[in-house]
Nanobody
Framework: QVQLVVSGGGSAQAGGSLKLSCVVS????????MAWFRRAPGNPQEFIAG????????WYKETVKGRFIISRDNAKNAVYLEMNNLKPEDTAVYYC????????????WGQGTQVIVSS
């Protein structure tokens, strides 16, 4: 069965940085466009970054563009999200999965990883 293990969340100060990792097991993602999603308190889940299997071109939601960087390492079956210049509004639970513009959900959403940004 496919599983996506997300790690790297935690607490950070505004202006700080965190790097999230997503390691997929149960299937290869070498031909799968991948993405990061987040759900802030009281809000629906939003798609914030996408990356095709080739690695380019990437896509970012306007609110994170210029601050977040999505990357992948197909040899490690992994996807990463580098988050810089964090803001309190980045506080959310972050999830990794397929880019649903191009493919089907892999496994389940899971529990994600919590990111809390304080002023």
């Amino acid at each position: 069965q496919v599983q996506l293990v997300v790690s790297g969340g935690g607490s950070a100060q505004a202006g700080g940085s965190l790097k999230l990792s997503c390691v997929v097991s149960g299937r290869t993602i070498e031909s799968v466009a991948m993405a990061w999603f987040r759900r802030a308190p009281g809000n629906p889940q939003e798609f914030i970054a996408g990356i095709p299997w080739t690695g380019q071109p990437t896509w970012y939601k306007e609110t994170v563009k210029g601050r977040f960087i999505i990357s992948r390492d197909n040899a490690k079956n992994a996807v990463y999200l580098e988050m810089n210049n964090l803001k309190p509004e980045d506080t959310a639970v972050y999830y990794c999965n397929a880019d649903l513009r191009y493919g089907a959900l892999l496994g389940d959403w899971g529990q994600g990883t919590q990111v809390i940004v304080s002023s």
